[in-house]
């Protein structure tokens, strides 16, 4: 049995000024939650928007439920929420407007479902939306996302600028809404603490490349960020090597195999578990080192 | 959690996280504080329950289910296994066993002669009985 994908995406391309994207190659499987993590400007929001199809590739595809997403745009957006940074939505309008002007395109629009999270989440469904506060304008985007029985949603970015406290909330949500098989998420973050404690794959995104895609077990478990003095480097084994930045004391390097480290430097080094902070900021220190 | 399985997670842990919800359910297991047939949480009302990833909590489950704590029917759910008498006196040694090696561990740390830890495992056992 081939393996049921809710996101496909194979080769992106796409060139813009100072910037590309490079062959961009990763898979999600339905039931599952999938984290984009990278720094500003790595190309996070180009795929996602190539992926709803809101920028168009130079080359490659993507696949959504199994189906092209141009070629079956309608279908596969009906079965898409999506959230992002800047929420489209009219500023003038109050939300109990958007959703009667936005509800009656989903076929599985649900308005009990809208009612009961709105009251969840204290939105004042007659205020505009450009009154409304940044926290408040995700709030509301993502009600708009459950509310049409979404089997996968996207979020860009949904936790920049909100409170621990609501992103407490999003994360029980999305676990809830998962108690679906069928359901799959995608989020795109640069913060990468509380979103990735509930996600199931990681993908960095670097220069608009793909530096690796895995499950997160894998990675939280296998890698790790040793500490030595300056000839460390020397001694790692340069293809477990991820990642490396000085510090006035030494040098901080991030390897794919703790345990394998850990035997063949021993006692010279210190070894620490790596955080999903720790892979994002050592794969990308040298470009920052470069620049 | 609704019924009697307590696990708790450690994030400061060294262990992964998959292997505290494996040494936790074992724990009850043996104990028996979870009992044959008790009906668990599904795979992904753990991961709701302890706020972690799908992949996370099904490979607590597999490896239970591989080491025969627990079964999966398809389309009811899973349960604590039947377990015989003597293979769960053996688990039990089996944790006893751990428990002493790690204690060994510690005394050897610190330098403490065989006869020492001896003589306060001896004393250890007065006291208990």
Redesign the interface.
Known sequence: MTTDYAIEVTGLRKRFKGFGLKDVTFQLPR???GGLIGPNGAGKTTIIKIIMNLVRPDSGSVKVFGLDHRTHEVEVKSRIGFVYDVPGFWGDMSLNAHRRAIGRFYPRWNDATFDRLASEFELPLNKHFNVLSHGVQTKFALVMALSHDADLLIMDEPTAGLDPIFRREL??RL??L??D?GKSVLFSTHITSDLA?????ITLIRNGEVAFSL???EL??QWAVARGDASMLRRIDPSLLRGSRRRAFGVEALVSDASAVRNTLGSEVVID?ATLDDVMVLMTAEDRDAA | MDGPMRILIANSSPDPIYEQIVRQIKTQIIAGDLAEGELLPSIRKLAMDLQISVITSKRAYDELEAEGFIDTVAGKGTFVAAQNAEFLREKRMKVVEEKLAAAVAEAQLMGMRYDQLAEMLRLLCEEGS
């Not at chain 1, 404690?197 to 794959?201: E, L, P, S």
């Open positions: 039931g599952y939650i994360l029980q676990s809830t998962l108690q098989e404690r509930i996600a199931d794959f499950p997160k077990d939280l478990e578990k």
